[in-house]
């Protein structure tokens, strides 16, 4: 009997390279969102400080003008913090997309290993069966030669 072949191993070998290329993407994207996580929580912290300072310096006491330098600060920070957050939103829809797109692939991929794993089943099956079949015919024949002899005799 012929050899074990998949009819669409093509298929599936393509389908397992988008499974690779899309888990790097994720990867990636995933990797993107951490640092920017890092640098949201960085600029959250230099507000912080500087609201901190800020603070300490009014319980002191300080001019106007340094209140107003403090109070500038801040709002500048604040903006970065805000555009910090909405980098790091738009990162994790990135990131989401990129996790679907993956799961697609995964699932794909799967359906075909499946499909192929049932025809390797179905392949060992007939195999098995034609082996027990030539067994079979070979014993008969054996059988059939032995039963002629022994009437020749």
């Keep these: 009997m ?4 998949f009819q669409l191993d093509t298929v599936l070998r393509y389908k397992t390279q ?3 290329i899309r888990l790097a993407e994720h990867g990636s994207a995933l990797a993107a ?11 959250t912290g230099n ?4 609201e901190e300072e ?6 002191e006491g300080l001019t106007i003008a340094e209140a107003m ?3 500038t ?8 913090v805000r555009r910090e957050a909405a980098k790091l939103k738009e990162l994790q829809k990135a990131e989401e997309q990129k ?37 079979d015919d070979l014993v008969m024949a054996r059988r059939s030669a032995a039963t002629r002899e022994a009437e020749s005799l």
């Design 69 to 71: 330098k403090y109070e």
């Design 2 to 5: 012929k050899k074990f072949q």
């Design 47 to 50: 507000r912080l400080a500087c």
């Design 18 to 20: 988008v499974l690779d």
């Design 99 to 135: 996790r679907a797109a993956l799961v697609e692939a995964k699932q794909e991929t799967q359906s075909l290993e499946k499909l192929k794993d049932l025809k390797r089943g179905e392949y060992d099956a007939a195999v098995a069966k034609a082996q027990e079949k030539e067994i």
């Design 54 to 59: 800020y603070r300490q310096r009014k319980a």
């Design 33 to 43: 969102v951490r640092r920017q996580e890092g640098v949201l929580e960085q600029a």
């Design 73 to 80: 600060g801040i709002e500048v920070l604040e903006a970065a």
